[in-house]
């Protein structure tokens, strides 16, 4: 454990508290202006949420995986939109840094993250490279003590607040595959570096993404991750680890308040003279839900324990993405069943939990990936 027990319940139900109290109320505001207000980003950095993952030295909480994940369930109970604001600088945009950064990126750049005086973006995807990420065209060119680097991302979340991206390149135009990749560290503002219109998306509104563009950008060497070249591609699935076990948690955490709302509702709504809680087919609506968002926390815990425990845990976290992301929206689509046209309505806001849900099975590695990853380990083992 990072901190000691007490420390992190405090902490866990100072979240908990944040997001009923805070965030819940906003939720359909949020959904409508497609923003947070900059007082609830103030917030979120006071409590020292963007900095959950960060190492203490540099200014964050350094929680383990077993504490990531019990606060991401927390922070599940309301729109993943909020926690998409700083969800970058505890995952995907600070991770690389952690992982395979030298001393003097970490230093340059981790306790502002912490703090969320920036917020990072993680720059893997293009237009033309999205699940096959190992193909991607990007390139960084060497050119003295600098790279030259050109091509578009796509879907780049956090983008338009972005101060820092951990962007993937092609530093080597002869190797086609993975092992031309390097990661780089790119401040913006800066020349040859710009951001599309943000993305109109089906859900997570609040949530801001768009294309990144790189038009002969130049970055300092010093901008190279770890300080070595080919390196990217393993620093991005690294990073993708922990970050798919942290969304499948948030996917869990939405799963349950579904399940609690559903729950409330059915023992509410009258028909046939009685509450629809009552009814048995509700009832295994209700139950189906509960028993499925409880699987999917169980496997995250013993995911989560055993990376911290130093195991390879990279098949059983893509079975908790992919478990716990599909179970989302199952979960989504009865607690729409059980509102009957109440749930079908803006007003209630189940038909946007309905919405947002759906990317869970996409980001960060679609459900396909998943079930790709498992299925090469699973090979891999029984060959071994
Ligand atoms: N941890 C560490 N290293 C890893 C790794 C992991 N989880 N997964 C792969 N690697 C390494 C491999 O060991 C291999 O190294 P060597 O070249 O030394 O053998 C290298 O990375 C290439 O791996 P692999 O051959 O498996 O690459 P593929 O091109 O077949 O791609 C998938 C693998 C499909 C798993 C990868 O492209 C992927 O995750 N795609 C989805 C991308 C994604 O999630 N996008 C979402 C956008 S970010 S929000």
């Not at 005086?117 to 003295?144: N, Q, V, Y």
């Not at 030259?148 to 002869?174: E, H, Q, Y």
Request: glycine share 10%.
């Amino acid at each position: 454990m990072a901190l000691d027990p007490e420390t992190f319940t405090q902490l866990r139900d100072s979240v908990r508290r944040f997001v009923r109290e805070r965030l819940v109320p906003h939720e359909a505001q949020v959904g409508e202006s497609n923003e947070i207000p900059e007082t609830l980003l103030d917030e979120m950095r006071a409590l020292g949420l963007y900095g959950l993952t960060i190492p203490p030295e540099y200014g964050g909480l350094g929680l383990n995986s077993v504490e990531e994940v019990q606060i991401a369930f927390e922070l599940g109970w309301t729109s993943p939109a909020f926690r998409s604001a700083f969800g970058t600088n505890v995952g995907i945009g600070s991770q690389g840094i952690v992982l395979d950064g030298t001393e003097a990126q970490r230093a340059a750049y981790l306790p502002r993250l912490a703090s969320g005086e920036i917020t990072s973006s993680f720059a893997l995807t293009e237009p033309e490279s999205g699940s096959d990420a190992g193909a991607l065209r990007t390139s960084a060119r060497r050119d003295g003590d600098d790279y030259v680097i050109t091509g578009t991302k796509r879907f780049i979340t956090n983008s338009p607040r972005a101060g820092l991206f951990t962007l993937m390149a092609r530093t080597n135009p002869d190797e086609k595959g993975a092992r031309g990749v390097s990661a780089f560290l790119v401040e913006a503002p800066r020349p040859g570096l710009s951001i599309g219109k943000p993305d109109k998306k089906m859900g997570q509104h609040g949530s801001l993404t768009a294309d990144v563009i790189f038009e002969d950008c130049r970055v300092p060497a010093s901008a190279l991750l770890g300080g070595v070249e080919g390196q990217g591609f393993k620093t991005a699935m690294k990073v993708l680890d922990r970050g798919r076990l942290h969304i499948a948690a948030v996917a869990t955490g939405i799963a349950e308040r579904l399940v609690d709302q559903a729950t409330r509702y059915a023992l509410e709504r009258q028909q046939f003279g009685k509450p629809i809680g009552e009814f048995q087919l509700v009832q295994a609506m209700l139950a189906d839900g509960r028993t499925e968002s409880y699987a999917a926390r169980t496997m995250i815990e013993d995911a989560a324990r055993r990376r911290d425990g130093g195991e390879d845990v990279t098949e059983e976290i893509a079975c908790c993405k992919l478990f716990a992301t599909e179970m989302v929206g199952r979960v989504a689509d009865r607690a729409v069943q059980i509102h009957g046209g109440a749930g079908y309505i803006a007003d209630h806001g189940i038909e946007r939990f309905y919405r947002d849900v759906r990317l869970f099975r996409l980001y960060e590695g679609t459900s396909e990936i998943q079930r790709l990853i498992i299925a090469r380990s699973m090979a891999k083992r029984a060959s071994a």
